[in-house]
């Protein structure tokens, strides 16, 4: 049942990633604005970790059934670790390096590294599918 579960998040996640694209994509101003929220307020901050660490479980518990288990396991790790980590890290150094980055990340960028993106999900998906 649970890997059941963590089979549908993982693809859930895998349409995340698509969508992330397709807005990097024909919205990159849009994918900026979104970037520069991150950490803005506790319940954006606190929220964006947890939901994180649903997708991380799920790679863990899916992936000696996906077809890439070793790398499923190592990538729900990483992001469930970094997620705690970043449990302790101040709310305002994450935000202000979230606004770092949406300057940085000018939106022709966006559209050029929207197709990583959609590739990724679409990896993602075909991994447990």
């Known amino acids: 049942m649970l890997t059941e579960i963590s089979k549908f998040i993982i693809i859930a996640f895998g349409l995340f990633f698509i969508g992330c ?3 990097m994509l024909f919205n990159p101003v849009k994918a900026r604005a979104i970037l520069r929220k991150a950490g803005s307020t506790n319940l954006i901050n606190y929220g964006e970790i947890t939901l994180r660490m649903v997708p991380a479980s799920a790679l863990i518990i899916y992936s000696d059934n996906s077809e890439y288990p070793e790398l499923f396991r190592v990538f729900g790790w990483f992001m469930l670790v970094t997620s705690l980590i970043l449990y302790f890290v101040p709310r305002k150094l994450h935000h202000d390096f979230s606004n770092k980055s949406a300057d940085a990340l000018k939106p022709l960028y966006f559209r050029l ?3 990583f993106s959609i590739l990724i999900g679409i990896f993602i998906i075909k991994s447990v599918i």
Do not use: C, T
């Open 21 to 23: 694209g397709g807005l």
């Open 113 to 115: 590294i929207a197709p």
